[in-house]
């Protein structure tokens, strides 16, 4: 990602942003200004990994498929020069490594001391209920030793429901939640510490979204190999 790209995209594209959606933002105290963090957000929507960035008070890097960043022609600069200004970071789903490679990708920039965004549902919720979270998050912050701010998002669905090609005018609700750190479970085998921490955030995305809960998983497109981990 270029951080130049970002700064100089964040500065046009938010500001009209905000005016269209005008997102009502709140908790982005609860946000860690420096160091490794991780934005496990509920997923409503294809926009979902543009309204966030906008409002978080760093830079949030999401994972997004290659595909976006290889297009030509002028659809394809636009399309490239978009998924650079949110932070995007490209990944290959057609690899056989896809969910790992996510994971290694997400861990170099916790490492790197930067924040980044992840959806533990896996894919979007096509219902609107809030789905069990997939343990790729807990990984991630027990791995880097970084911890969690839930973010509960209500209204991006009606910007750009599943299925639709364009946003369109709504209010956006954007709710960073206290941060959750994953020195509590630390000391517990690998695999429950997974799941509780991954637990506890979830019931702390509900909270703030304020959705129904489902009782299993959300079922993942064919396509979206990576998002077996929840990314």
Not at 39 to 56: G, K, Q, T
Request: proline share 8%; no cysteine.
């Amino acid at each position: 990602m270029s951080r130049l790209a970002y700064r100089v995209g964040h500065l046009v594209v938010a500001p009209t942003s905000k005016l269209v959606w005008r997102p009502t933002v709140t908790g982005t105290e609860n946000v860690p200004r420096t160091g490794g963090v991780i934005l496990a957000s509920n997923h409503l929507s294809f926009i979902d990994s543009f309204a966030i960035p906008i409002v978080a008070p760093r830079p949030v890097s999401f994972l997004a498929k290659s595909d976006y960043f290889t297009g030509t022609g002028v659809g394809g600069a636009v399309r490239r020069g978009f998924f650079q200004t949110i932070g995007a970071i490209p990944v290959d789903r057609h690899s056989s490594r896809a969910a790992q490679e996510s994971l290694d990708a997400a861990l170099e920039v916790l490492r790197d001391g930067r924040a980044f965004g992840i959806y533990p549902e896996g894919t979007r919720s096509r219902d609107g209920r809030l789905y069990k979270g997939r343990t790729g998050v807990a990984w991630l912050a027990l791995t880097a030793g970084v911890p969690v701010v839930p973010v509960g998002l209500r209204g991006t669905d009606q910007v750009q429901p599943v299925g639709s090609s364009f946003p369109r005018p709504a209010r956006v609700t954007v709710a960073f939640g206290r941060p959750i750190t994953p020195d509590r479970f630390a000391d517990l085998p690998a695999g429950k510490a997974r799941r509780l921490l991954t637990d506890e955030v979830m019931d702390a995305i509900a909270a703030l979204s304020g959705q129904e809960r489902a009782e299993g998983h959300n079922e993942l497109p064919p396509e979206s190999t990576g998002a077996a981990v929840g990314i």
